[in-house]
Nanobody, 126 residues
Framework: QVQPVESGGGLVQAGDSLRLDCAPS????????MGWFRQAPGKEREFVAAISWSGGRTYYQDSVKGRFTISRDIAKNTVYLQMNSLKPEDTAVYYC???????????????????WGQGTQVTVSS
């Protein structure tokens, strides 16, 4: 079983930056597509950003474009979500999701990811 493990959440002020890391543990494979989702209190889980395995193609939710950057370090088997200019509305539990895949497809939907992390809390105060 593959288990993504997130780290890097915390409490920050509006305008600050945070970086979230995600690396798979347990049974590992060579190729992954990965995504970040978030869930705020009382709201449904929503897509934030994703990256394909082949070519490192990326896609972002409109509300985070220009502020968040998803990237990966293949040697470290780790995906990052750099979050800049954070806003109170970014407050949520952030989840890393993983799919064993070697294509250039960027997966945007939660049901396309079979493996999920436990989540890390990001709180942005105004």
């Amino acid at each position: 079983q593959v288990q993504p493990v997130e780290s890097g959440g915390g409490l920050v002020q509006a305008g600050d930056s945070l970086r979230l890391d995600c690396a798979p543990s347990g049974r590992t494979f060579s190729n992954y597509a990965m995504g970040w989702f978030r869930q705020a209190p009382g709201k449904e889980r929503e897509f934030v950003a994703a990256i394909s395995w082949s070519g490192g193609r990326t896609y972002y939710q409109d509300s985070v474009k220009g502020r968040f950057t998803i990237s990966r370090d293949i040697a470290k088997n780790t995906v990052y979500l750099q979050m800049n200019s954070l806003k109170p509305e970014d407050t949520a539990v952030y989840y890393c999701a993983l799919r064993v895949d070697d294509s250039a497809i960027v997966y945007l939907r939660a049901y396309e990811y079979p493996y999920w992390g436990q989540g890390t809390q990001v709180t942005v105060s105004s």
